[in-house]
């Protein structure tokens, strides 16, 4: 019923963008997620490592779960996403493979199988490898997280601002410098922007997870938890939610150089102004070619852009309709975004001055903590936002200017993309439901303690007294253990293993 009502009000080709869309918003999630928590496992462990304090271990071993979810659900999403490229983009794969398949190559060589190498120490390694080995462990799964994001924002970008390539006789993209294609003019602030996207997600979520713990009554016991979480997540919110509008304002700048339709939709601006205004709130109309019940600031988004107040702003008249990207979603997926980020900035004024106040831990501190709650799930829907603005706004172009959309779609009936999509939805939904209510549980059971650090000496409890007997050919059953440890062993040769 629901796939008849969409091939009949849906083509081919809308139905494969939805598709595509929503396993990318439920893929991007749990890479952000895990790159954050990666790099601040690290940062946990380096900080039990360096003071002792079983606390820090406490929540390493807590969180690196949550941890195993996350990259395990992005990982499996990322299959899936990967595999439209053959059924619903092929003739896409096709054009731009040359560029775009060795920079995916890489990410696997380079990030992929460094974090599959090492995940399995960091994960289950605890206490059966030396502590430094842990940790390092850890360090280069948080590396890999990083490199994973180099190759994949190295790729998208291309898309964004192609170059460094040739198009042949064929209609295929071929390299011609392979740094100019990494390096494209857009990559340096998106790769800034995404990673510092996801630091500051997760450190909104580990926040808002501490604040509850020091709230609730039934985490009492996991007060001091709370304390090393909302205190590591204040840091960055007070200096990395200030940064990361500075990181935006030079990729704003960027973006109008290079994808100025995209600018224009983000702003809803329609005509050329100079001193263009900060447009709070319209309704877009992109078949009139104008917006409904403007609330605008003159000449702020003029001086935003421009850097002066009659600074010229192009709209999006210069270009022809089929050229326009979507309005409505990139002007209020932009305004979502930077909502978001305005309120997380604010977070931080108000983290940095309970900090002055000595008051950041205190349960009294109510509306603070309430505050810091309430933003957990806030850096999510920032992110999704963002990339909302990024991909619809480059629309209709899978590579701006060079591919469009429509040119990219494999030839297939809208009845198979809408009966894919409608089991990609049930599949999902059950699938990452499970994952996310087993987080929901683990952050509600809280840290287990951590008695005796002591007792994490490698190798000492990875075989019992009696599998060593066996070993050995010892069919002692232990009655003499006590007098024969000051005898001398038995010269015969037995391989070792006593």
Known sequence: ????????????????????????????????????????????????????????????????????????????????????FGTNWAVFSDKAGNVLGPLLAYEVLTAFFLEASFLGIML???????????????????????ISGFWILAANSFMQTPQGFMVGADGLLYPTNWLEIIFNPSFPYRYAHMMTA???????????????????????????????????????????????????????????????????????????????????????????QKNHYEVKIPYVSGLILTHSLDGEVKGLKNWAPEDQPYVPIVFWSFRVMVSIGSLMVLVGLFSLYKYFKKQQFNPE?????????????????????????????????????????AESMSPVAAQQVATTLIGFIVLYIFVFGAGSFYILRLIAQGPKPYEDPAADNFYEHSITEGQGRTLSGDTDTGEKTKQDLDTPANDKDDGGLR
């Open 365 to 405: 501190s109510k509306w603070f903590h309430r505050a810091w709650m309430m933003m957990t799930p806030l850096g999510f829907v920032a992110l999704l936002a963002g990339w909302f603005v990024t991909e619809t706004g480059r629309q209709p172009w899978t590579v701006y200017g060079v591919i469009r959309t």
């Open 124 to 146: 289950f390694g605890w206490g059966r490898v030396s502590k430094r080995m842990h940790f390092a462990s850890t360090v280069i799964v948080a590396i890999g997280t990083l």
């Open 1 to 84: 019923m629901f796939a008849t009502f969409m091939i009949d009000q849906l083509d081919a080709l809308m139905l494969a963008r939805i598709q595509f869309a929503f396993v990318i918003s439920f893929h991007i999630v749990f890479p952000a997620f895990s790159i954050g928590l990666a790099s601040w496992l690290a940062v946990l462990e380096y900080r039990w490592l360096k003071t002792g304090e079983p606390i820090y271990a406490e929540v390493y071993k807590h969180f690196v779960k949550v941890f195993a979810v996350v990259f395990g659900m992005g990982v499996v999403s990322g299959v899936v996403m990967s595999y439209q």
């Open 198 to 288: 996801a630091f500051l997600t997760t450190a909104f979520v580990i926040g808002g997870v501490g604040a509850y713990y020091i709230q609730s009554k039934k985490h009492a016991k996991h007060r001091q938890h709370g304390r090393v979480m909302l205190g590591m997540a204040m840091i960055m919110a007070i200096f990395v939610a200030p940064a990361q509008v500075l990181i935006g304002d030079m990729h704003g700048l960027n973006t109008l150089e290079h994808q100025p339709a995209k600018v224009a939709a983000m702003e809803g601006l329609w005509e050329n102004e100079r001193g263009a205004p900060l447009i709070l709130f319209a309704i877009p109309d992109q078949e009139a």
